[in-house]
């Protein structure tokens, strides 16, 4: 599986922007798709995640309600609509894939593939 993240930018608080994750290969509806971040001198911390049936999403407790992750089956899509951003958003959007959802979605190290990052810069 080969994931490419795209969409990121600078934006101002209180604005939005959607990221894309494209994925390629072999993926299954059991698939577990996922967002993390990593801002600098930070651990990479989990966004949110949806399974490619949509039958489950998660979010971190600091983009609920701000942000929204979505899938297009067909596309082979992962999207991540980010609204009311704020300065603390800044950091790298990593994609990632793990084989099948886990109470543990968190934890990086159960993902199989990762995509190669898109900066998101919000100024205050």
């Known amino acids: 599986v080969q994931l490419q993240a795209s969409g990121g930018g600078l934006v101002q608080a209180g604005g939005s922007l959607r990221l894309s994750c494209a994925a390629s290969?072999?993926?299954?509806?059991?698939?577990?798709m996922a967002w993390f971040r990593q801002a600098p001198g930070k651990e990479r911390e989990f966004v949110a995640g949806?399974?490619?049936?949509?039958?489950?999403?998660v979010y971190g407790d600091s983009v609920k309600g701000r942000f929204t992750i979505s899938r297009d089956n067909v596309k082979n899509v992962v999207y991540l609509q980010m609204n009311s951003l704020r300065p603390e958003d800044t950091a790298v959007y990593y994609c990632?894939?793990?084989?099948?959802?886990?109470?543990?979605?968190?934890?990086?190290?159960?993902?199989?593939?990762w995509g190669q990052g898109t900066q998101v810069t919000v100024s205050s």
């Open positions: 290969g072999r993926t299954s509806s059991n698939s577990f």
């Open positions: 990632a894939a793990d084989r099948a959802y886990s109470v543990s979605y968190s934890d990086l190290g159960r993902y199989d593939y």
């Open positions: 949806v399974r490619w049936n949509g039958a489950r999403t």
